[in-house]
């Protein structure tokens, strides 16, 4: 053992270095090099963190004085090291008496601060620091091979510049960024109470944690916002939002529950988080456990690329969220309530009790997952939650590299990191299996027990398993070792056998995934003779062959009868067995399947049944997918499937299956269904006038043209994509204002859907230099400021694209510029 405290300064690089050398050894390799990640030592305990802060909206940094209170966790200590990334600071000293005695420190590349305390503290004992200092977020990315995962502070627009863009500034903790605005220790293990007081223009509105405990106006125009959260958190959930937002108050029970938009946007603030209070009563009953914070605040902001952030008390949420009436009219349950279920779930789920390391991020996300289709099926059905974990299940089996990595790793190497489609995708599956084991009781008990003994602490994996264990009775090591700690997931092949003599029916099931064999309970149900009988099976083996007695044979036997395995399977039933599943068998994923087997075989007998059925399905996520499978150079299935679809884009009670139905109208490019795209222009849903205008495009480009002029002021969502697409196609330089305008006031994932398809279009035939050049500025913008995000080879090939076409017009100018953007891309950090 080293001794953790020297008392001369001479030693203390030395002293906080040999009490972090473990952690050196562990967590400091080569980012390619996989190895085992340590949770955090814990040589100090944050104990409460007060924070006074000012903006400097010219230089976009932060003035910030600091009182932090610690404690040393067990062992005696004389120094402390703090996370402080890309500051300037000024002062550090230990309040006695109320003065600040000066300390000394070693501030560490710019990134730690080691502090030699006054004297040796023991673990009852309490200090405060004081930290003078100015943080720089936009300069923290100016330093060569400065590796961070966000900048933490985040000022948009701030001198006011861009035209349409309101003057913000927001923060983003996770996963160790807080520490770019404040000196902290940035460990998900580490609890702190806080308060934070903010001084803005008076003209601004401010949020954070906690409560707004006082307001005071300043004689320079000012004002000061003090919030104070006494419950503790970790720092990654440290928040502030500061801007022109307008605020409505609703509550839950006697808490304050309220939304901070923009003006624009306030009037529909109950239409877009109205549901809040619902969900907060929904998940406190089922957890029983009560929502735990002070209160719950949901603000909207620019720029934000990330979805949202689930900080204590006040979630903070991406554009995409900031909805109209009419945005909602076509997906009323659509991705806005889908996140805002996520985050509040959260709530509970990585801010009540937070995971102990990011190996164990599983205890965060996987839960937020959860939570979110849990409301999906709750409040519009369970085909509806099926659907959404149907999706999760997609993405998960999509990423490949997911396999290779467990639901809680240990040892992965930096540029891997943790996989995203295993702690979203794959772990609230996961948590879907073991509540179909354990049954909703036990299942919502033990995830109670494990809130209210680790309630503002943090967890482990472990620490759910026991919870679980206790409230059930049963073992479930294994469960957890394989899903949990194990990776992967079984890959099925099912075969099956009729034996008229016996009358056995059997069934083969083999584990064609490497590795491990997973040892899984499955419900099988078998139909016959009018009946439908279940029997529970365990898969044990890599060939399982299970034989049930029957005395006809099964018109189907329904293998995971529940639809909940984690798995990829593929099943030898007839479409004849497909077609009885679809009619016969209960769930959203069995009627899904066999829409899936029918769709290379829809000219047959069966596959026109399924088809058919499936394009009147009960849920509008089956309609949908039906719509879009259906085969339309056969003759055979357009005759039988258009009269539907035509009816479909005309009278579905769910607009997106309007819209889904006028698209495949839009294939036949036919004149016959004129009149159904000029009426359905006069719809209420953006998405089915975005649609109705394509297909009028592909028909008669001039009707559309003119079209498109007349609907320009109404021109929202679908709609105005619609319009951007007709005037790339058809348009000139009359039109561009429309097409950039639209361009700069879209959201972050529209900019980036008109940057690869309809921008380059019309840049490339443009007369006007100084528009090219505006064009061409504009995709470098976007690529630049989120390539870290992968999007920089897309928007490099449209600037390709339009490089090419200047050429072809001797634009030689415009031609250079794109190449000189693309340039400027591939040599930006991302």
Known sequence: MKKIYLSSFLGLALSVGLSFSAEAQLNHHAPDQPYYHASAPKINDLIDTRLDVRFDYQKSYLNGKEWVTLKPHFYPTDSVRLD?????????????????????????????????????????????????????????????????????????????????????????????????????????????????????????????????????????GTRTDTWKQSLPHCPYLFMMAIGDFKIYKDKWRNKEVSYYLEPDYAPYAKQLFGQTPEMIEFYSKALGVDFPWEKYSQVVVRDYPLGAMENSSATLHGEYVQKSPWDLIDDPNGSGGTTIAHELFHQWFGDLVTCESWSN??????????????????????????AKRYDELQAYLNNATAYKQPLTP?????????????????????????????????????????????????????????????????????????WYYGAGHPVLDITYQWNEANHEQKVFISQKQEGQIFHVPVAVDLYAGGKVTRQQVWLAQKNDTLIFKSAVKPDLINVDGDKVLLTKKTDHKTLTEFDYQYHRAPLYLDRLEALSAAIDRQTSTEGKDIITAALKDKYYGIRIKAIRALKMDSAEVAKTALPIVADLAQHDVNY???????????????????????????????????????????????????????????????????????????????????VINAFEKGSVQLKFDLARGPLPQMIGKLDNKQSVLQGISAIKGIAINFKKYGIAPKLVASLQQIEEARKKLNDTASASAAESAISEINQAKG
């Open 84 to 220: 402080a990334k890309g500051m300037d600071i000024k002062t550090i000293g230990i309040v006695e008496n109320g003065k600040v005695v000066p300390l000394r420190y070693h501030y560490e590349d710019s990134l730690s601060l080691a502090i030699q305390l006054n004297r040796t503290y023991t673990e009852k004992e309490h200090y405060t620091l004081f930290i003078d200092y100015t943080a720089k977020p936009n300069e923290l990315h100016d330093k060569p091979g400065f590796k961070l995962d966000g900048k933490g502070l985040y000022f948009v627009n701030p001198l006011g510049k861009e035209p349409g863009k309101p003057t913000q500034i927001w923060t983003q903790g996770e996963a160790e960024s807080s520490s770019c605005w404040f000196p902290t220790i940035d460990k998900p293990d580490q609890k702190t109470t806080e308060q934070v007081s903010m001084t803005v223009p008076a003209k601004y509105t401010t949020l954070s944690n906690g409560l707004l405990i006082s307001q005071k106006s300043n004689a320079d």
């Open 410 to 482: 240990f040892i992965y190497t930096d540029n891997e990191g943790i996989n995203g489609a295993n702690i979203y995708d794959k772990g609230g599956l996961v948590l879907i299996m073991l509540r179909n084991y354990l049954g909703d009781d036990a299942f919502f008990k033990g995830l109670g027990l494990y809130l209210k003994t680790r309630g503002f602490k943090n967890g482990e994996v472990h620490d759910l398993r026991l919870a679980m264990e206790e409230i059930s009775g049963k073992d479930l090591n294994w469960f957890f070792n394989q």
């Open 656 to 738: 997106p299956v309007r819209a889904a139905a006028i698209g495949v109208l839009d294939k036949t490019k036919s004149k016959e269904y004129l009149d159904i795209y000029k009426k359905s222009l006069l719809s209420p849903s953006y998405t089915v006038k975005g649609a109705a205008l394509a297909a009028l495009n592909s028909v008669s480009s001039d009707d559309a043209f003119q079209t498109a002029k007349s609907l320009e002021a109404d021109g929202k969502g679908k709609l105005g994509q619609a319009i951007v697409n007709v005037y790339a196609a058809n348009g000139s330089d009359k039109e561009w204002s429309y």
């Open 361 to 386: 991020e599983t205890l965060n996300e996987s839960f937020a997952v959860f939570g979110e289709k849990y409301w999906n099926e709750k409040k519009y059905g369970k085909d509806d939650g099926d």
